[in-house]
């Protein structure tokens, strides 16, 4: 059967070739001499497909036979983003593909565009869950991801009339060749109906429970599995995706009461659960179709992991020595009680020991400390969704108060204040309290979100359980990250090393900075940054400017500046848009003065590039788009200063645009009010890729300027603790007089400078749809401390001109920069995971690599 195999399994360029002709013919049914691309790149990945599972079939195989601890990662969100380079980077095939696909007739680089970004998440939650996937498979761990398959991704974002519009993302409309359907593999998920007391003859008969849920819908759980390749190594992971379908059991009662229409509709209610990801990040919808995403896909994998405990034969008690399960914020903490309800219902066991095995298995990462943020469900959803759920998260939150009381005699406002249930008018499931009571590990993700974690967000429950608390600082994976997006600056760090060994063993990167001042280095990174500002370029000018009459010259000698990331208040591009404005309006005035030359003298050019999605219901993030698209537009069509800024909104922001934007920054702006941002991660991305930052004293900043040495980035503004006295301040009425030249921005703004033609043509005058952004920056007490920040945020932007005139400076700090990064791969965030968290230790997969 070997022998099969690896003949299967072709190496020289011939054998692939036929492989992917073969598909071509076979697998799409399509002639091999008319290959489009799209076909091509479709081939191309089945051929890969082929080989990843090979490995993924032995990995399985072998954590079943060692069976080892084994974690299970469960996130609602992935952020993918492409498959193939990274497949063929994982399995160190890239060159001869490459070449297999030059002698019929393609480019390889050409067909990594024909894919699809798999765009299951919003954000940096659900990019963490990508990068922590691959980390863990390079580094040989027994993880398994859970999350859901959505026909429908992260939104398509357009401007259109300088608005943002959404558009459904259907990710799949051309088929999604990397993952295998199981539909051998499925679970019903009960939603609906009532709980009642098991009766003498069920407990005769074999029931093992003391209560029975009586659903009135019953939905399938599908499963899709995504083999996650490890980097050089034989270990291929598994993400596996739940698609909901419907049970026929169910509607057939229907059908055979006549009911033919109610029969489809309840269908369509279950294939509805996994259509749409949510496009929110950090304010909920509170939608009950988000509850039953959230309990369909709990119940799913803790389905599935039971099961395939169980058939170890080991008992159920022993259950958290073997599984650990990771919860990514609450939006799978409904994972806890639907565990639990496996162990008393459908196991039998006490509820002690149901309850300290739940405890042992669980661990519950906090991403944000935004109240909004938050998840809560009022009681009367949950009971009428899950009435058996909602009648165990009462039983915990019981047994939890009495714990409490019993800890803290006649702390009543203690008890009401990290109660699961908040009280009122209608009493709410608060999840974050779930997640922290019936997990062994809490964790935020930096250190700075751990102080405020446990200092103001959840006080009480590290009074309670101060061993809990813990944080592991965010990473993101070299691979996708350095190795494949800027090809560039890797061939140079490999050259500099003398081996590509730092994108498996990070620390090794420390090792550039020996060579920081070396004139040859410097030479060879400048080259590398313009490579890719040349690849931005042609970019922005086959997209962004592609019917631009008058496009402004792209010079790749400009300073590249990127502020990209969700639009949100808290992240303030607001006050970078009013920056960049009052930027232009100095410009103007120095104009006047040096009348007569083209571009505008000792004034270092910038072309500035904003983009990022707002949540459709987000009216203020809406409004602050369409400022920076208006700002643009004015700006860029001003013959005066047209050379020297140049300003960008980049629609439709997603992991793809990412990886052409990152290595092109000379400096990222990560500019949140300190406090808010819980870590970031595109921060790590850009100064592995040697950007500098314009930052604050917020989440990851703090510790990548410890690690790099705070006098290379360009910090400012004020810090976490400097924020809450400020807004103190506010409360007492003590508003703020705003700034000289942020008033003169905001005065730019109200004289209707911004206003489109169609605006003016109808008769709009003044701010316009700026009205209460302009307000807001006149209030003197602006939440997000725009206002309070804006000075000492030119300040640094100053620096960073003056830094940027000197090239060799700025190189070295670059290197520098890249060189003190290895703290920020995700390898050593999924090594404090398994080491600290999950006890878990590396189970490599034996065989030839
Ligand atoms: C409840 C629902 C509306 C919701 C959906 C998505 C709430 C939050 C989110 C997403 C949060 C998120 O992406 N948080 C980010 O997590 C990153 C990874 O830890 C952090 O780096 C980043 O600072 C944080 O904002």
Redesign the pocket.
Known sequence: LWEILSEYQPRTVEAIQKQIVTHIEYTLARSRFTIDHHSAYMATAYSVRDRLLEYFNDTQQYFNEVFPKRVYYLSI?YLLGRTLANALTSLNISGVYRESLRELGFVLEDLYNQEQDAALG?????R?AACYLDSAAALDLPLWGYGLRYNYGMFTQSIIEEKQSEFPDFWLSRGFPWEIERLDVVYAVNMYGFVRKATPAELEDGYKGKFVWEPDMEVLAVAYDLPIPGYKTNTTLNLRLWQSKPSHDFDLMSFNRGNYTAAIALRQECENITSVL?P??????GRELRLKQQYFFASASLQDIVRRYRKSGRSLLEFGQYNAIQIN?T?PAVAIPELMRILLDEEGLPWGEAWAVCVQTFAYTN??VLPE?L?TWPVPVMEKLLPRIMQIIFDINCTFLSCVRKRFPGDESRVERVSIIAEGHTQLVRMAHLGIVGSHAVNA?ARLHGEIIQDRLFRDFYEMFPKRFTYVT?GVTPRRWLLECNPYLSHVITDTLGSEDWTKDIEQLCRLKDHATSRKLQQQWLMAKRLAKERLILFLKTTQLKDDPNPPTLDPNAMFVVHIKRIHEYKRQLMNILQVLLRYLRLKDYAELVTGTESIPHVVPRVIIFAGKAAPAYTRAKEIIQLIVSAARLINNDPVTRNSLVVFFVADYNVSKAEILIPAADISEHISTAGM?????SNMKFALNGANIIGTYD??NIEIAEEVGKEKLFMFGANAKEVEDVRAAYARGEAETIPTDLDRVISFIESGALLSKEERARGITGAGAYRAICDEMRSGTDYWLVAHDFQSYIKAQAQADRAFANPKAWTENSINLTGGMAHFSSDRSVKEYADRIWKVKPCPVPGQT
């Open positions: 969100e919003n954000g940096g939650l659900g963490l949510y929110d990040d950090s304010t909920p919808q914020d939006h991403h944000t943020a998840e993700v965010n941002e819980a870590s970031g991660t989440g990851a």
